[in-house]
C-alpha cells in the first residue's frame, strides 16, 4: 500500500535533465530558506518570546537535528525501495507545514516542537534528490549537476535574509514563516505531478537495475560504516558543516550585535553576500572537481582540503574586522571556499555504492556531517556565546566564534587523509558503480 501511495503517475512524460535538476534545486532552496529563518530572524525571535544565545543554539542545532538526521535514514530506505519522487513531495509538505507552525508560535516550548517538525520533513528532502540527480546525470557531468543542486542553500539563504528580513521589518517575524511555509505547499503538488522516477542506475555504465533487487537496510549500513572512504568523507563534511552550521546560525545576530547592522542592511548586503559567495562557490566547486576527478579520484578530496586552507585566514579575520563593510567583504571569501566539501563528498559516495543504496548512502552521510555539524555546531556556538558573557566577556559571541577555528584543521586533516586512500585505490568514478 505504501509503495502504491507514493509510485508516481505513469502517464506523466519524461521530463529533461534541466527540468528536473531545476525542479529539485527550487525544492532545496525552500528546503534551506525554511530552515535559515530561524537564524535570519534571530534578534527579533529573541526580543519577542525572550530566549537566550543557547536556547537559540539549541533550536536551531541540537533539537532539530534530531530529527533531521536520525529519520533520515528510515526515510533513505524507503524511498531507496518506493519513489523517490514521492517521498521528496510528501516531504516538502511536511516540512512547509511545520514553517506555518513556526510562524504561530506564542512560546519557546511551541517554537522548539515546530521546529523539530521541519526537521522531521526535511530529512526526507536532500537524500532522495541526490539519487534522483545521479539517475539522471551520467559519471563525469554529477559533480556539476550536483553543484547546480547545491546552489539551494545559497539562493535559500541569500533569499531568506532579504525576503525574511524585509518582510519581517515591515509585518513582525511570523509573516514571513507563513509566506514561505505556503509557497512550499503549493511546490509539493507541482514536484508531485511534473517529476518523474527515473530508473535505478539509468546513467551507470552497467544500466538500469532491475526494479526487484532492493537494498538491505542493514547490510547497507554496514556497508557505509566499514568503508573507510565513505566514512571520512563523511567525517570531513561534518567537521566543516561544524564550522559552516555554528557561523551561518549566529551571523546574522553577530553582524547586528557586534558589527552595527540593522535588519534593512542585512536583507540588502548580507544577502548579497549569500548569494555571489555561497552561490559562486557552489558552482566554481562543481566544474573544479567534476575537471580534477578526470586526471584523479583524490580529487574528491584534494579540492575542498584546499578550499578550507584558503578559507580559514579570511575566516578569522572576518570575526576580527572592526566594522561590517569590511567584515562583508572577508566573509564573501569565506562562503566561495567554505563549501567546495558538499559536492565532493555527495558525488563521491554517489559514485562509491550501489544504484540502489544511494538514497539510503546519502542519508546516512547527511547523518553523519549534519549530527556533528548541525546538531552540535549551533549549538557549541551557543554555550559558548554564553559562557563568555557570564565571565564578563562584552564580546561573548565573537569569542565563541573564535573557537570555532580549529574543526577547520579538522576537516583539512581529514581530506587529506581521504586523498591518500584515493590515491592508493586509483580506480576511475565511472567504474565504482
Not at 384 to 391: G, R
Request: hydrophobic share 55%.
Amino acid at each position: 500500500m505504501a509503495t502504491d501511495a507514493l509510485s508516481p503517475p505513469t502517464t506523466r512524460p519524461t521530463a529533461k535533465p534541466s527540468f528536473v535538476l531545476g525542479m529539485l534545486c527550487f525544492v532545496y532552496v525552500l528546503n534551506f530558506l525554511d530552515r535559515q529563518l530561524l537564524s535570519i530572524l534571530a534578534k527579533p525571535i529573541q526580543d519577542s518570546l525572550q530566549i537566550s544565545d543557547s536556547q537559540l543554539g539549541l533550536i536551531g542545532g541540537l533539537y532539530f537535528a534530531m530529527f533531521y538526521c536520525f529519520i533520515a535514514i528510515p526515510v533513505g530506505w524507503f524511498a531507496d525501495r518506493t519513489s523517490r519522487v514521492g517521498v521528496l513531495s510528501l516531504a516538502c509538505a511536511i516540512w512547509s507545514g511545520a514553517t506555518v507552525a513556526c510562524g504561530m508560535a506564542a512560546n519557546y516550548g511551541q517554537l522548539v516542537a515546530a521546529r523539530m517538525a521541519v526537521g522531521f520533513g526535511e530529512a526526507g528532502g536532500v537524500p532522495p534528490s541526490y539519487a534522483i540527480i545521479t539517475d539522471t546525470y551520467p559519471p563525469g557531468k554529477r559533480a556539476a549537476a550536483l553543484g547546480i543542486f547545491n546552489l539551494g542553500p545559497a539562493i535559500g539563504a541569500a533569499a531568506g535574509v532579504a525576503f525574511g528580513a524585509a518582510i519581517a521589518e515591515r509585518f513582525g517575524w511570523r509573516v514571513p514563516f507563513i509566506a514561505v511555509g505556503t509557497i512550499g505547499i503549493v511546490t509539493a503538488l507541482a514536484v508531485w505531478l511534473t517529476v518523474r522516477e527515473p530508473r535505478h542506475g539509468a546513467t551507470d555504465a552497467g544500466g538500469p537495475v532491475k526494479t526487484r533487487d532492493k537494498a538491505l537496510f542493514w547490510p547497507a549500513v554496514r556497508m557505509f560504516a566499514s568503508n573507510r572512504i565513505l566514512m571520512l568523507a563523511a567525517l570531513g563534511s561534518g567537521a566543516t558543516q561544524f564550522v559552516t552550521y555554528g557561523l551561518g546560525n549566529f551571523a546574522v545576530l553577530f553582524l547586528m550585535r557586534e558589527k552595527g547592522m540593522v535588519l534593512g542592511e542585512v536583507a540588502v548586503w548580507y544577502a548579497l553576500v549569500l548569494l555571489v559567495g555561497m552561490g559562486g562557490g557552489m558552482i566554481a566547486s562543481g566544474r573544479v572537481i567534476d575537471r580534477m576527478v578526470r586526471k584523479s579520484r583524490a580529487g574528491y578530496a584534494v579540492a575542498p582540503a584546499l578550499s578550507l586552507m584558503v578559507a580559514m585566514p579570511f575566516y578569522l579575520a572576518f570575526v576580527w574586522a572592526p566594522g561590517w563593510p569590511l567584515a562583508l567583504a572577508l566573509l564573501a571569501v569565506v562562503m566561495v571556499f567554505n563549501y567546495f566539501y558538499l559536492s565532493a563528498s555527495v558525488a563521491l559516495v554517489q559514485e562509491e555504492v550501489k544504484p540502489n543504496q544511494r538514497v539510503l548512502s546519502g542519508a546516512l552521510l547527511l547523518l553523519i556531517m549534519n549530527f556533528i555539524g548541525l546538531g552540535l555546531g549551533p549549538t557549541w556556538v551557543g554555550f559558548a556565546s554564553d559562557w563568555f558573557q557570564a565571565q564578563g566577556d562584552v564580546h561573548g559571541l565573537q569569542s565563541a566564534l573564535y573557537t570555532l577555528t580549529p574543526f577547520y584543521v579538522v576537516a583539512i586533516a581529514l581530506f587529506l587523509w581521504l586523498a591518500r586512500l584515493l590515491r592508493r585505490e586509483g580506480r576511475q568514478p565511472e567504474a565504482s558503480a
